[in-house]
């Protein structure tokens, strides 16, 4: 299995930045994409940023210019830099891998319990 842990997250003011970090462990033979979703309260929970195991990355339109997702790849770890910071990004954030187990070597998509990210106005 693969384990996600999700850190960062936090109480902040509109126009501030955070960064969450999100470390896989476990039995790993290889992570491809990683990602960061976002649920809030009232609303289904929606994809904010991905990248590749290469850095090819992809932002929903309403984080576009203010978040930015990287990797590292020996650490196997995601981060999401969130700047810019708006009330209507008040969500809880949740990490994703699409990994490989090392034992198994199946595919399957992984999740992280989730880190709380509040904007106040």
């Known amino acids: 299995q693969v384990q996600l842990v999700e850190s960062g997250g936090g109480l902040v003011q509109a126009g501030g930045s955070l960064r969450l970090s999100c470390a896989a462990s476990g039995s790993i033979f290889r992570i491809n994409a990683m990602g960061w979703y976002r649920q809030a309260p009232g609303k289904q929970r929606e994809l904010v940023a991905d990248?590749?195991?290469?850095?090819?990355?992809y932002y929903a339109d309403s984080v576009m210019g203010r978040f930015t997702i990287s990797r590292d790849n020996a650490k196997n770890t995601v981060y999401l830099q969130m700047n810019s910071l708006k009330p209507e990004d008040t969500a809880v954030y949740y990490c994703?891998?699409?990994?490989?187990?090392?034992?198994?070597?199946?595919?399957?998509?992984?999740w992280g319990q989730g880190t709380q990210v509040t904007v106040s106005s």
């Open positions: 994703n891998a699409d990994a490989i187990d090392r034992r198994s070597y199946r595919q399957a998509r992984y």
């Open positions: 990248i590749t195991s290469g850095g090819s990355t």
